[in-house]
């Protein structure tokens, strides 16, 4: 079974500050993709990051980078300069292709980041 | 509309009833997918479409639960016989199969069963 792991329940971190959330995940496939997903208390799900798994450079997006270790099964999620609009629930996720075309993701059980003035 | 819309928002039901919760994915998408989001917890995979076909629905909790898209856009899940471990939130995602896997969100709805 694929499974993904985030082990940090909730984390703080001060206004301007650097913060690292941690997934680990399990899979028998060779190519797949893992994202980090943004939930605010909206509710509405936001892409922060995508990793594509044969790509060896690790993916950024302005303040947000991954430190993708493929033989790990990690995938570490960084965010440089916390601002508090980046309070939020953070969901590392998983896609599991259906025969290459498309896939649902699996979401480990997330990280409630809180960024304090 | 720019997103992928569901309505309503939020629904009570007292256990017993019938509910239907409905999704609008971005127009041109064809993969459509629901998700089940239990409080505290990270949503977990109900049921994906690929336009009108219902390609996967090992998600789905039990035969109370029925999902329909009969025209490749908008999409119904309907729960029959509501209980209370049904409270959760259910969200709706959109994406283009084969571009970035990338997976649009509604803003979800949210039911309670009393």
């Known amino acids: 079974a694929q499974t993904v792991t985030q082990s940090q329940p909730e984390m703080s971190v001060q206004e301007a500050e650097t913060v690292t959330l941690s997934c680990t995940y399990d899979t028998s496939e060779s190519n797949y993709y893992l994202f980090w997903y943004k939930q605010p208390p909206s509710r509405q799900m936001i892409l922060v990051i995508r990793q594509e798994a044969y790509k060896q450079q690790n993916a950024t997006e302005n303040r947000f980078s991954v430190n993708f270790q493929k033989a790990a099964k990690s995938f570490s999620l960084k965010i440089s300069d916390s601002q508090l609009g980046d309070t939020a629930m953070y969901f590392c996720?998983?896609?599991?292709?259906?025969?290459?075309?498309?896939?649902?993701?699996?979401f480990g059980k997330g990280t409630k980041l809180s960024v304090k003035p | 509309g720019a997103g992928v819309s569901q309505s309503p928002r939020y629904k009570v039901a007292k256990r017993g009833q019938d509910v239907a919760l409905r999704c609008d994915p971005i127009s041109g998408h064809v993969s459509l997918f629901w998700y089940q989001q239990a409080l505290g917890q990270g949503p977990e995979f109900l049921t994906y479409f690929q336009n009108e076909a219902q390609l996967d629905k090992s998600g789905l909790p039990s035969d109370r639960f029925f999902a329909e898209r009969p025209e490749g856009s908008v999409s119904t899940l309907k729960i029959q016989r509501t209980q209370q471990e049904d409270s959760a939130v259910y969200l709706c995602?959109?994406?283009?199969?084969?571009?970035?896997?990338?997976?649009?969100f509604g803003p979800g709805t949210r039911l309670t069963v009393t």
């Open positions: 995602a959109s994406s283009l199969p084969g571009s970035s896997y990338e997976q649009y």
């Open positions: 996720a998983f896609i599991q292709f259906y025969g290459g075309s498309q896939g649902n993701l699996i």
